[in-house]
Structure formats: structure tokens, C-alpha cells
């Protein structure tokens, strides 16, 4: 079982910058990977940025270049730079976590609002 904490969420004006964290406990693989989905009001679930413990990354398209995911794999901790926030960011971000064995074991956190105003 693996435990996924995120903070670093909150109001933002237009054009500003957030940095969320994601840390993880419990029992985590070694071949595991963290990332960041976004669900904004009456919107589906999206992929925001995801990366292995390899250091692999995938990106929303519309969003590279202004969002950057990384890593402490000692901490087992995941972040997400956030510049140019945009009032279209607005959402619940969630972290998630994926490892791997026999199988594909899947975690959600409970996600942290980001707000930007315009």
C-alpha cells in the first residue's frame, strides 16, 4: 500500500507560479512512477506530467513549457513548476503513483486545489 500526500496548492493570480508536492510512503517499488493529473468543474480527469524513477517524463502537449515535473527519489517526494499560471489551470490536482511487479498497482492522493485568478 502506498500513501500519496499532496501540499504547495492554493490562489494565484494570473501569470504567477505554484510548486506543489507529492511524497509518498509506505511500500514503494523500485521501478515505480509519480505524476500529476488535473481535474478542473464539470471537466474529465487529464494528465498533467508523469515521471519515472528512471528519470522518463511525459507531458501534457498544451502544457510543456510552462510546467515542470521532478523528483527526489530519496524522498520519494514528486513536484510540479507551475509558471504562467493561467485562470484555464484552475483545478484539483491529484498526485498519482504507479508501480510495478506481476502487475500494475495504482494510488491516488486526494488532491490539492490550485486557484488562478484573473
Known amino acids: 500500500q502506498v500513501q500519496l500526500v499532496e501540499s504547495g496548492g492554493g490562489l494565484v493570480q494570473d501569470g504567477g507560479s505554484l510548486r506543489p508536492s507529492c511524497a509518498a510512503s509506505?511500500?514503494?517499488?523500485?521501478?515505480?512512477?509519480m505524476g500529476w493529473y488535473r481535474q478542473g468543474t464539470g471537466k474529465q480527469r487529464e494528465l498533467v506530467a508523469t515521471?519515472?524513477?528512471?528519470?522518463?517524463?511525459n507531458y501534457a502537449d498544451s502544457l510543456q513549457g510552462r510546467f515542470t515535473i521532478s523528483r527526489d527519489n530519496a524522498r520519494n517526494t514528486a513536484y510540479l513548476e507551475m509558471n504562467s499560471l493561467k485562470p484555464d489551470d484552475t483545478a484539483v490536482y491529484y498526485c498519482?503513483?504507479?508501480?510495478?511487479?506481476?502487475?500494475?498497482?495504482?494510488?491516488w492522493g486526494l488532491g490539492t486545489q490550485v486557484t488562478v485568478s484573473s
Open positions: 498519482n503513483h504507479k508501480q510495478w511487479s506481476a502487475r500494475v498497482f495504482e494510488y
Open positions: 509506505g511500500i514503494i517499488f523500485v521501478v515505480n512512477e
Open positions: 515521471m519515472t524513477n528512471g528519470g522518463a517524463t
